[in-house]
């Protein structure tokens, strides 16, 4: 089972930042929280990972809690096409080479 | 970098029939993954191989369903009778040691009537 609960369903205007929660209350010490999003009719596409520092990269920021039992992903100036839906993942990396538990992750809508 | 390779996109058959299908991963990655993703479900793993050594087939239906990778490269998933639950996208994905991270392919979207 999924480790994370996230919202089933976020809207967002375009040109505005999209703020996508998720919490993990039982993450473990050597898990990582990661976020894919999957677009309609598309594999699920790879955004951002961290274990407890805030990281950004040219698609997102991920902020993550201090007692790292929850985090948002944050896109700064969403568009049409990151309508998707976001999953959050925990993760022990260990090397890699760890299957992904994915949930229902969140819809997001940006509007016009 | 080219991505992951999947082939067919599409695949429509008849139940009790059998299909196959191709991934080819991202070159040097060890780690190739297959998923089944269920209409309104998040992807779930059926196998994870190693180079050509199966590491997780726990969700794997093994009485119907497949899979190799022969060479450590590519690999095919088969199922064999398909049944009408078995109908949705499969999805590859790879990893590298160095990369912690896994990509997918475009997926498979299976129907089974």
């Known amino acids: 089972d999924a480790k994370t609960t996230q919202p089933p369903s976020m809207d967002c205007a375009e040109g505005r930042a999209a703020n996508l929660p998720c919490n993990h209350s039982?993450?473990?010490?050597?898990?990582?929280v990661y976020w894919y999003r999957q677009i309609h009719s598309q594999g699920p596409q790879y955004i951002i990972h961290?274990?407890?520092n805030n990281e950004t990269n040219e698609m997102a920021s991920l902020i993550i809690t201090e007692d790292r039992k929850s985090s948002t992903l944050i896109l700064p100036h969403a568009t049409l096409r990151d309508t998707a839906v976001y999953y959050c993942?925990?993760?022990?990396?260990?090397?890699?080479?760890?299957?992904?538990?994915f949930g229902k992750g969140t819809k997001l809508t940006v509007n016009p | 970098e080219a991505g992951v390779a999947q082939s067919p996109r599409y695949k429509i058959i008849e139940k009790r029939q059998s299909v196959a299908f191709w991934c080819n991963p991202i070159?040097?990655?060890?780690?190739l993954y297959w998923y089944q993703q269920i209409l309104g479900q998040g992807p779930k793993l059926l196998i994870q191989?190693?180079?050509?050594?199966?590491?997780?087939d726990s969700q794997l239906p093994k009485d119907r369903f497949s899979a190799e990778r022969l060479k450590g490269v590519d690999s095919t998933l088969k199922i064999q009778p398909a049944k009408l639950e078995d109908s949705a996208v499969y999805l590859c994905?790879?990893?590298?040691?160095?990369?912690?991270?896994?990509?997918f392919g475009p997926g498979t979207r299976l129907t089974v009537l």
């Open positions: 993942i925990v993760r022990a990396t260990q090397g890699g080479s760890e299957k992904l538990v």
């Open positions: 039982t993450i473990s010490g050597n898990e990582y």
């Open positions: 961290g274990l407890k």
């Open positions: 070159s040097g990655h060890a780690t």
């Open positions: 191989f190693q180079n050509n050594g199966v590491v997780d």
């Open positions: 994905a790879s990893e590298g040691y160095a990369t912690d991270t896994q990509y």
